[in-house]
């Protein structure tokens, strides 16, 4: 693009234009109008909205910017005016973690909340503010995982806002949420309320992001203390605790901010005892102020009937440690003895009677249940019978414009036929016209090799600083490449490099192509080339066999880099994040999945890869069984356990398929390396790479992800809007 010149009275004019007040606040980004038209969907008496209830959301500000670049784009640098010049500077300057996610999860909250704003889809999302965040990972080579807590500073990270009291500008808008202990004693907690602004590439639509900060002084201590970091599993109680924080505090907040959505989309069950206050308000209504004593078995079913129909839920793991299950008596410790009753009724479970299951309670309360690809609809069907008839598919997507890398951005911007990308995805398909074309060939395979430098150096200094960090801490790199000296500790660019990222669960089973060490060093010194394995992912800190399988990627390095006499090299690199992940999935050579099927309800990062023309090597499981295309767009390996298997949802060591799946493995691995490294074999490399923009990009873009929700809301668009989503959903339909 063009860099244009403004004059200082432009700059000064723009900047104005991106400030807007309201009763709430200052708000940067947005002109008034956006803000007031945005508010009063949001507030408007029909309910025309929907509210996004999600525990945790990912939107770094270093991997998606749009107000930044807008910014960058005018040349602006500061301004005269002081206000104009604080927004600038945070902006251009201020902190650009919000480690408010753990994984999977929140990455696909905040990619859906960014394709709402960009579809204008009027949503609000409610989520926690975590002062602590999430758990930071330092990794030692002989400990593994070391679990780290890092403050993060909301004050001053840009697209943050403090809500100020309306009725008393001068300081936070406080909410009042009743909590219940042991006999029924009402417990004040009190939260603040922080927006964070998920603004458009347009600059005309956004969508709030409200985070609870239960971190203030009014609140009482415990329950300060359970909202201080994402997934605090200290004890089951704290584990409860902060689920039933998130769900307590929607119907105060919606309240406090007038926000009237009739319909309220549940990402996961976490936030589900919302459903208890939503029961209790209908029966307080129909029975009044002791509703309590009066209401039968049937009064709550009949409230939950009609509960259910403004409920949304999408399920988004098979995997065990993904439904919550608590004991009873810890719920009476956190819980009204009324909403024990509607637990009993609503949340039993027959295998667990001890425990109320949430996940049954949002299976039951809700008017449609979306599982996340189409091969998780039938793994659900077969999880919940009962609820089969409502489960549907919506497979999941990522946010384009987030993760395709700068690089690959450029080769898409230089090529009339995929103009408009950004907007609007349906234009990859035409990627197809340029299979052919000469030109895209050779500028893809460049932007390829800058993204791949881009890792490799970074790789690379991190390799140093781990070396130095030697003799300053007492941590052992993580890399045995870190103790090599500096010539052969490195990676060299254009080696071919797999990459895997993602959270360490044993179901994911990050080291099964290190099963048989001696086949895999056996292929790659066939062919005598290097080949790079570089990992990256957290472990949650509770997960033992997690983070053991952490420990045991480190613990391949030495012999595979020395039965493959130095060629093979095995990286891991510590604190993934989004930009880590933005980073891998666009400079790899082919990205790596290797769960046990059929256990991965979707998976992300490999969409992610697809978005910048990276092919995928994967188990035919999650969006792979609908992304992989008879080999178009990368290739599938390992068995094809069927849904009704006996064995096939256990996680049980036994029946993880190890040794199948990496046989099957190796055998590709030899395919893909020959297709890489021969020269008359290479070009159906690329065009599989270009098969990737053309065929996936489309499909699993966000903003088909959203269109399809969309039909799911209950929501009357402005045509304008609708004739955008229906082109979006006639991409690609996840129901079949
Ligand atoms: C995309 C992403 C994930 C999810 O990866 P999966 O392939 O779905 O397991 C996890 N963490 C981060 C930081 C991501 O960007």
């Known amino acids: 693009?063009?860099?244009?010149?403004?004059?200082?009275?432009?700059?000064?004019?723009?900047?104005?234009?991106?400030?807007?007040?309201?009763?709430?606040?200052?708000?940067?980004?947005?002109?008034?109008?956006?803000?007031?038209?945005?508010?009063?969907?949001?507030?408007?008496?029909?309910?025309?909205?929907?509210?996004?209830?999600?525990?945790?959301?990912?939107?770094?500000?270093?991997?998606?910017?749009?107000?930044?670049?807008?910014?960058?784009?005018?040349?602006?640098?500061?301004?005269?005016?002081?206000?104009?010049?604080?927004?600038?500077?945070?902006?251009?300057?201020?902190?650009?973690?919000?480690?408010?996610?753990?994984?999977?999860?929140?990455?696909?909250?905040?990619?859906?909340?960014?394709?709402?704003?960009?579809?204008?889809?009027?949503?609000?999302?409610?989520?926690?503010?975590?002062?602590?965040?999430?758990?930071?990972?330092?990794?030692?080579?002989?400990?593994?995982?070391?679990?780290?807590?890092?403050?993060?500073?909301?004050?001053?990270?840009?697209?943050?806002?403090?809500?100020?009291?309306?009725?008393?500008?001068?300081?936070?808008?406080?909410?009042?949420?009743?909590?219940?202990?042991?006999?029924?004693?009402?417990?004040?907690?009190?939260?603040?309320?922080?927006?964070?602004?998920?603004?458009?590439?347009?600059?005309?639509?956004?969508?709030?992001?409200?985070?609870?900060?239960?971190?203030?002084?009014?609140?009482?201590?415990?329950?300060?203390?359970?909202?201080?970091?994402?997934?605090?599993?200290?004890?089951?109680?704290?584990?409860?605790?902060?689920?039933?924080?998130?769900?307590a505090g929607v119907l105060p907040a919606m309240n406090a901010l007038g926000i009237t959505s009739r319909t309220i989309h549940l990402n996961e069950q976490h936030g589900v005892s919302l459903v208890l206050h939503m029961i209790a308000e209908r029966l307080k209504e129909q029975l009044g102020d002791d509703y309590q004593m009066l209401a039968s078995e049937a009064d709550i079913s009949a409230a939950a009937a009609i509960v259910a129909k403004h409920l949304v839920y999408t399920i988004h793991t098979p995997v065990k440690a993904g439904h919550d299950l608590f004991n009873r008596n810890i719920y009476k410790e956190i819980g009204h003895s009324f909403c024990q009753r509607i637990l009993l009724q609503l949340a039993d479970d027959q295998d667990n009677p001890a425990s109320f299951n949430f996940t049954n309670l949002a299976m039951r309360v809700n008017r449609a249940t979306n599982s996340v690809s189409r091969l998780h609809k039938e793994v659900t069907k077969r999880q919940f019978p009962q609820y089969a008839q409502k489960i549907t598919a919506i497979t999941n997507g990522v946010h384009h414009p987030t993760w395709i890398s700068d690089a690959k951005a450029e080769v898409y911007d230089s090529f009339p036929e995929l103009e408009n990308w950004r907007q609007d995805p349906s234009v990859f398909a035409n990627a197809e016209l340029l299979l052919h074309n000469k030109k895209f060939r050779t500028y893809l395979e460049e932007a390829w090799a800058t993204d791949n430098h881009i890792l490799i150096r970074y790789i690379n200094q991190m390799l140093i600083n781990h070396r130095s960090q030697k003799l300053t801490t007492w941590i052992d790199p993580p890399n045995f490449l870190s103790h090599l000296d500096d010539e052969q500790g490195m990676l060299y660019p254009g080696a071919f490099t797999i990459g895997f990222a993602r959270r360490f669960s044993t179901y994911k089973r990050a080291d099964l192509i290190f099963e048989d060490i001696d086949a895999l060093t056996g292929i790659i010194n066939e062919f005598q080339q290097p080949v790079n394995f570089v990992y990256a992912g957290k472990a949650h800190p509770s997960d033992e066999p997690g983070k053991a399988l952490i420990k045991l990627i480190l613990d391949c390095q030495v012999e595979l880099y020395e039965k493959s006499h130095g060629l093979a090299k095995l990286i891991f690199i510590p604190g993934y994040d989004m930009s880590i992940a933005k980073m891998m999935v666009a400079g790899v050579h082919a990205w790596l999945n290797s769960p046990k099927r059929p256990l991965e309800a979707s998976g992300t990062s490999g969409m992610k890869a697809a978005m910048n023309a990276i092919p995928n090597i994967s188990i035919i499981d999650g969006w792979w069984a609908e992304g992989y295309n008879d080999g178009l767009t990368g290739w599938k390996f390992g068995y094809e356990l069927p849904v009704d298997d006996i064995n096939a949802l256990s996680e049980h060591p036994n029946t993880l398929l190890y040794a199948e799946d990496s046989i099957s493995f190796y055998k590709v691995f030899k395919e893909i390396l020959a297709t890489f490294i021969n020269p008359d074999l290479r070009s159906n490399y690329i065009d599989k790479c270009i098969r990737n923009i053309s065929i996936n990009c489309p499909r699993f873009s966000t903003h088909r992800m959203v269109a399809e929700y969309a039909l799911r809301y209950d929501l009357e668009l402005p045509p304008s809007v609708e004739r955008k989503l229906e082109k979006f959903r006639s991409l690609y339909q996840s129901e079949i």
């Open 1 to 247: 693009m063009k860099k244009k010149s403004y004059s200082l009275v432009d700059k000064d004019k723009a900047l104005r234009n991106m400030l807007a007040s309201n009763s709430l606040g200052d708000f940067f980004g947005v002109t008034k109008e956006t803000l007031d038209l945005v508010w009063s969907y949001l507030t408007s008496p029909s309910g025309n909205s929907v509210t996004y209830v999600s525990m945790e959301i990912g939107a770094d500000l270093d991997v998606y910017n749009p107000v930044k670049r807008h910014l960058l784009s005018l040349g602006v640098t500061g301004s005269t005016n002081p206000k104009l010049a604080y927004h600038a500077k945070r902006f251009l300057f201020g902190p650009e973690k919000i480690p408010n996610y753990s994984g999977g999860l929140g990455v696909l909250a905040g990619d859906s909340l960014k394709s709402f704003a960009d579809c204008k889809i009027p949503v609000a999302a409610i989520s926690l503010l975590y002062r602590k965040g999430y758990f930071s990972q330092l990794v030692d080579s002989k400990i593994g995982q070391i679990n780290w807590s890092s403050e993060w500073r909301p004050e001053e990270t840009a697209t943050l806002y403090l809500l100020k009291d309306p009725q008393e500008p001068d300081i936070p808008l406080e909410i009042e949420i009743p909590f219940f202990e042991l006999s029924d004693k009402v417990v004040m907690a009190y939260a603040r309320i922080w927006i964070n602004m998920e603004i458009n590439d347009n600059m005309d639509f956004f969508v709030p992001e409200i985070l609870l900060d239960y971190g203030t002084p009014s609140s009482p201590e415990w329950i300060r203390n359970a909202a201080q970091q994402l997934y605090d599993s200290s004890s089951e109680k704290a584990k409860a605790l902060q689920r039933r924080l998130l769900g």
